[in-house]
């Protein structure tokens, strides 16, 4: 038999207050596809950055192709054999696909010589690219695929992918997996992280499942299933979201020609987009990222001016209110970019719920603010969402991505809106903190309260929508009724006309 790719024994790291992995021991094989689980604050993070050079261990040894392995940064990793293709596109939307390629390599060659090389593996591989065009122009698939072919440019032993389809269409999905496949069979192994757990299923031999830091267990995903993996996961039953069934009320948000300009160079117009939203309801708009997503929430929420008559809320036109103000007449949003938009990165979590819960929680009087009254706040969100962090004092920064997504969606939910916008409200969150959220949303609107729920998730989408359309290009198709809708057909949608008009056959 040969010998694993590369092991971990007993790899530990701690920060103040929290021990991000626990003595980790896996093996990954030689052509293996292999997923590593776990719930948000698991460690998964931790651990891919100690294998990428990104954190040294505390303690613990790694071998690599039957070598002590110990990368000092990314660069000795990538040397070693290791490529990583982060959640978060790290790419310049003014430069070409080449140049943004060269900048990611340690000896780029002539700029011919490389955009011959990037037609050549992109087409092996199944992903075509355009070398000269400008990454500002493509689709969030497209920029995957220059992450993608500027680690394989590289040749790479091991590939560490993170969350890697959380913003590519059902086809696009199909692709990528023919991708990864090929890559198995010529011997590349890869790390496959997600939070789609039938994604795993369908295409990891193995999986390594972390909880709290520590390694609690292993299986083979084809021979699992998906609830079995989220219990293994969280440690309890997973408690799917129950819909109440609720008869849609009155419209209280009425959208009527919203048309915008986009906002920079590589933006998204909004074009005549119209619909309207009842009381009780689940609107879930559907589309691939940077068709027009961030400008619609940014229209709604009041952070972009509109023409009068384009948005009216129960009767009223929101153009001249702004954020603060349509948060006191009951819509409120909560943004996609959660650190930075969302929440304040270093401001601590009283903070963070300070910033939009002033108002409706009575959190500051005369300009004077009430810091118990605010912490009690923040301690409630905490509680009620199960946020994971030592105290409501942290700094925003210091949680993991998906529990500082359950703090912003818990802020906003338990400030009792009437219309709620929410943009990915579970992006990079936990099987068992999604169905939380997802039931949370369902609350709402069992309550009378209208959501509209912007996601690239279908899965989603069709578990709490009562209504689904489709943003491609910043147009957005009549809303239809949920029920009867397939994967399929709204993949087609999101993709544009040609499945829009498939959809109405």
Not at 129 to 144: H, I
Not at 177 to 202: A, C, D, P, Q
Not at 372 to 394: C, G, M
Not at 434 to 447: P, T, V
Request: proline fraction near 5%; aromatic fraction near 4%; charged fraction near 20%.
């Amino acid at each position: 038999m040969t010998t694993p790719l590369l092991t971990l024994s007993g790899l530990t790291k701690a920060y103040p207050g929290v021990v991000a992995n626990d003595d980790v021991s896996l093996e990954i094989g030689r052509g293996e596809i292999h997923a590593l689980l776990g719930e948000n604050g698991a460690g998964k993070s931790t651990l891919v950055k100690m294998i990428y050079g990104l954190v040294k261990p505390d303690n613990g040894s790694m071998v690599f192709n039957d070598a002590p392995f110990a990368p000092q940064d990314p660069r000795t990793a990538r040397a070693g054999g290791v490529g990583m293709v982060f959640q978060h596109f790290s790419l310049f939307d003014a430069l070409t696909v080449a140049e943004n390629i060269a900048l990611g390599m340690e000896n780029a060659p002539a700029m011919n010589q490389l955009a011959a090389r990037i037609r050549e593996v992109s087409q092996s591989y199944g992903l075509p690219l355009s070398p000269d065009r400008t990454v500002g122009d493509l689709s969030a698939g497209e920029r995957q695929r220059v992450e993608i072919i500027r680690c394989l440019l590289q040749d790479p032993k091991l590939l560490i992918m993170d969350e890697p389809t959380s913003v590519l269409t059902p086809q696009e999905v199909a692709v990528l997996f023919e991708t990864l496949n090929k890559l198995r069979s010529e011997g590349t192994s890869i790390l496959y992280i997600s939070h789609k757990l039938e994604e795993i299923r369908t295409l990891c031999d193995g999986a390594t499942i972390l909880r709290m830091g520590k390694v609690v267990g292993s299986c083979v995903p084809a021979q699992t299933t998906a609830r079995d993996m989220a219990e293994m996961m969280v440690g309890d039953t997973l408690k799917s979201p129950q819909r109440s069934g609720t008869i849609a009320g009155d419209v209280i948000l009425t959208l009527t020609g919203l048309s915008l300009p986009p906002a920079s160079a590589f933006g998204m117009p909004l074009r005549d987009i119209s619909f309207e939203l009842h009381k009780g309801e689940v609107l879930g708009i559907g589309g691939v990222a940077g068709n027009g997503q961030d400008e619609l929430l940014g229209a709604l929420s009041g952070e972009t001016n509109v023409a009068a008559g384009m948005i009216t809320y129960d009767g009223q036109d929101m153009a001249p209110l702004g954020p603060n103000a349509r948060r006191a007449v009951g819509l409120l949003s909560a943004p996609e970019e959660r650190l930075g938009h969302a929440a304040a990165p270093n401001m601590s979590l009283i903070e963070n719920a300070m910033l939009t819960g002033a108002t409706r929680e009575g959190l500051e009087k005369g300009g004077l603010l009430n810091w118990p009254a605010a912490r009690e706040f923040a301690d409630k969100i905490i509680q009620a969402f199960d946020v994971r962090t030592p105290t409501s004092a942290n700094a925003a920064r210091s949680l993991s991505g998906g529990n500082l997504q359950k703090f912003v969606i818990g802020r906003e939910v338990l400030q009792r809106p009437d219309v709620l916008v929410v943009n990915q409200p579970t992006w990079g969150v936990d099987a068992s903190a999604a169905a939380s959220i997802r039931q949370s949303l369902l609350d709402l609107a069992k309550g009378g309260a209208a959501v509209i729920v912007i996601s690239q998730d279908l899965d989603e989408l069709m578990e709490i929508s009562d209504r689904f359309a489709a943003l491609n290009e910043g147009r957005l198709s009549t809303p239809r009724p949920a029920a009867g809708l397939n994967v399929d057909e709204i993949g087609l949608m999101m993709g544009g006309a040609q499945g829009l008009e498939a959809a109405h056959v």
